[in-house]
């Protein structure tokens, strides 16, 4: 089959799946359709650098939603080698976690030392945060590789045994403000969730009193009414805190 280089032949071959969210039954009907797969590995190896980073992130996504079906793709005629070939051209671009995942031992032969973590953001993140998160992460020894989604609200990490949950979130709480979950999939299948709280600082309005006699500047003291609740109980006090404010004003 010719090499597709165009981003309308890439359109027109995976249309009826980009638009709408992808359920684990259509990703597994996606992946069982050999020649549509080989021919979207054509693209990739013979199209220009945006139309395969694109390709790779749509079998990226339909590896995430097909679950264990994903290994399916590791029996595709010349997967191995396309992929293999793709990680070389276009690493510095795009990580594909979860399309690792699926090649044989002799292919990838840290597959089963290895574990796959998900953080899902509470929100976008900014490009700021990406990239020193991404930054922060792939200098952690035993982390292999490192993807977020185009909105910026996942990120796909492979790891090493090595690699704790708790070096995962400190680096998560020391470059993005808001909350996330971490998903760590170990080898055996068994998952682990934990939950990383925001780290933006809530600002509340304090609340003031009135004073009648200053008007020229606003009718508000210096002091909270929180803290005079706390601080000056008694009446007495409280005279004696207005008439000390009078001799001011």
Not at 74 to 87: P, R, S, T
Not at 113 to 118: C, E, I, N, S
């Amino acid at each position: 089959m010719a090499n597709v280089a165009t981003m309308e032949n890439f359109l027109d071959v995976i249309s009826d799946y980009f638009d709408q969210d992808i359920s684990k039954e259509k990703a597994l009907v996606f992946i069982k359709d050999i020649e549509l797969i080989q021919y979207i590995l054509n693209i990739c190896n013979g199209a220009d650098s945006e139309v395969a980073i694109r390709c790779l992130r749509f079998l990226n996504e339909i590896a995430e939603a097909a679950g264990d079906g994903r290994l399916l793709l590791g029996k595709i005629n010349g997967f191995a080698v396309a992929l293999k070939e793709m990680k070389n051209r276009h690493s510095s671009s795009i990580g594909i976690c979860l399309l690792c995942d699926v090649l044989c031992k002799r292919c990838c032969p840290y597959k089963k030392k290895t574990r796959l973590a998900k953080i899902i953001f509470e929100n976008p993140l900014y490009d700021e945060e990406e990239e020193k998160l991404k930054l922060e992460l792939l200098h952690i020894n035993g982390i292999i590789s490192v993807a977020f989604n185009e909105a910026l609200t996942v990120c796909n990490i492979i790891l090493r045994r090595n690699v704790s949950a708790e070096t995962i979130k400190n680096a998560i709480q020391k470059n993005v403000l808001c909350a996330a979950d971490l998903k760590i999939t170990h080898s055996d299948g068994e998952l682990e969730f934990f939950a990383i709280k925001s780290n933006e600082i809530e600002f509340s309005t304090p609340k003031y009193l009135e004073s009648p006699e200053r008007t020229e500047a606003g009718p508000y003291a210096v002091i909270s009414k929180d803290c005079l609740n706390k601080n000056h109980n008694s009446e007495g006090l409280l005279t004696g805190f207005f008439s000390f404010c009078r001799t001011l004003w």
